[in-house]
DNA sequence: CCTGTCAAGCTGACGC
DNA sequence: GCGTCAGCTTGACAGG
């Protein structure tokens, strides 16, 4: 049995990030396929966990496994090179050393920062006059998941809200939206709140290229989700941790069944033994009864039965025992299990 | 970055 | 339909 562990090719680049304009025209991201695979070399195919989640409802009923739009191997990185870090800049040599080690990018730039803080009017107006001036940058192409949340969009909602409500449907973001807006009013110091669909898929999305980030993606990342780097980071973080104890959880699923199996096999294999060691204690008495004899191929070392025995030939080895014990030495060669008695 | 933990938010079941 | 509750998910944080 052999278990391997990957976190897969962390040196791909973001390609996801060159999708973002059918994100930002508000097009579904699609995409949401879960792989969890589990090889097991000397096991049944049946024996490999391997589920794959291609619809939205496919993924309600994978409720347990729905948050994971990803590939997953039984080897991340760090595990299949304990001790080995892979510094940022090797996984990513377009990234200067000097800013890979900015404790500030390591810590997500967000240190003393409050999150439910509600921004300042400074900010605010800032941020408006910037999403004024570049309509079409990264940072306005998620306007849609503004949740406003933590103070890193606010401002944006009122519009959402009215689009939003216009045709009836309210869709998740702008739930969401809402949402937040009641909040904002009600508890400023609520401490967190949920990100939209849309977002969430979008991280889904970048995690299913990179398990981690460097300091810029995360920042483009922000950007273009709208986030602060350190939401980013945050998230990034729990979804590492919980692939790690769902693809825990698989192998332990998966060890347990072999464990399982191999203790049935263990208890099969010590009832033969008490079986066999029963016949040889009762061999005499069995030695009474009319004797069959047994000759053994040199050859091939199989035992056969001969009806009667005039002569024997010299090459061969004649065996004298009970039916009983003939038919236990023929199950025995045959059996792939070697027993020493 | 990992791990453990907390707590907000969501969802389904249940009783009324 | 509504309130309550338990269970679950997930964003956030602290400590190592």
């Given at each position: 049995m052999e278990l391997a562990l990957s976190l897969g090719d962390t040196s791909k680049s973001f390609s996801f990030l060159e999708k973002k304009d059918s994100i930002a025209n508000g097009r579904e991201i699609k995409g949401s396929c879960m792989r969890l695979a589990l090889n097991a070399r000397s096991h049944e195919n049946t024996e490999a966990a391997e589920y794959e989640i291609e619809s939205e409802e496919d993924k309600e009923e994978m409720r347990v496994s729905s948050d994971s739009t990803l590939q997953l191997h039984l080897l991340p990185f760090s595990l299949a090179n304990p001790g080995v870090q892979p510094r940022t800049s090797q996984l990513r040599p377009w990234l200067p050393d000097n800013l890979s080690s900015q404790p500030d990018y390591a810590d997500g730039q967000s240190r003393g920062l409050d999150v439910n803080r509600l921004p300042s009017p400074a900010a605010v107006a800032e941020e408006a006059a910037e999403e004024q001036s570049s309509p079409n940058s990264a940072g306005s192409s998620f306007n849609e998941f503004s949740v406003h949340k933590n103070g890193s969009s606010y401002g944006k909602s009122k519009r959402v809200e009215l689009e939003g409500h216009s045709n009836g449907h309210e869709t998740e973001t702008e739930k969401a939206t809402s949402r937040a807006s009641d909040d904002e009013e009600n508890d400023s110091t609520r401490k967190k709140l949920r990100l939209s669909k849309e977002q969430s898929a979008f991280l889904e999305e970048s995690f299913?290229?990179?398990?981690?980030?460097?300091?810029?993606?995360?920042?483009?990342?922000?950007?273009?989700?709208?986030?602060?780097?350190?939401?980013?980071?945050?998230?990034?973080?729990?979804?590492?941790?919980?692939?790690?104890?769902?693809?825990?959880?698989?192998?332990?699923?998966?060890?347990?069944?072999?464990?399982?199996?191999?203790?049935?096999?263990?208890?099969r294999l010590q009832r033969e033994l008490q079986e066999l060691r029963g016949l040889k204690t009762s061999q005499p008495f069995y030695m009474q009864l009319p004797a069959t004899t047994l000759i053994m191929c040199p050859s091939c070392e199989r035992v056969s039965t001969t009806p009667t025995v005039p002569s024997i030939p010299a090459t061969t080895t004649t065996l004298a025992m009970s039916p009983i014990t003939a038919a236990a030495a023929e199950t025995a060669t045959t059996s792939s299990t070697a027993l020493s008695l």
């Open positions: 299913k290229e990179h398990h981690t980030l460097n300091p810029k993606q995360k920042l483009a990342l922000a950007k273009q989700l709208n986030l602060r780097p350190r939401q980013v980071e945050v998230w990034f973080q729990n979804r590492r941790a919980r692939t790690k104890l769902k693809q825990t959880e698989v192998d332990f699923e998966y060890l347990k069944r072999c464990c399982e199996k191999l203790t049935e096999e263990n208890r």
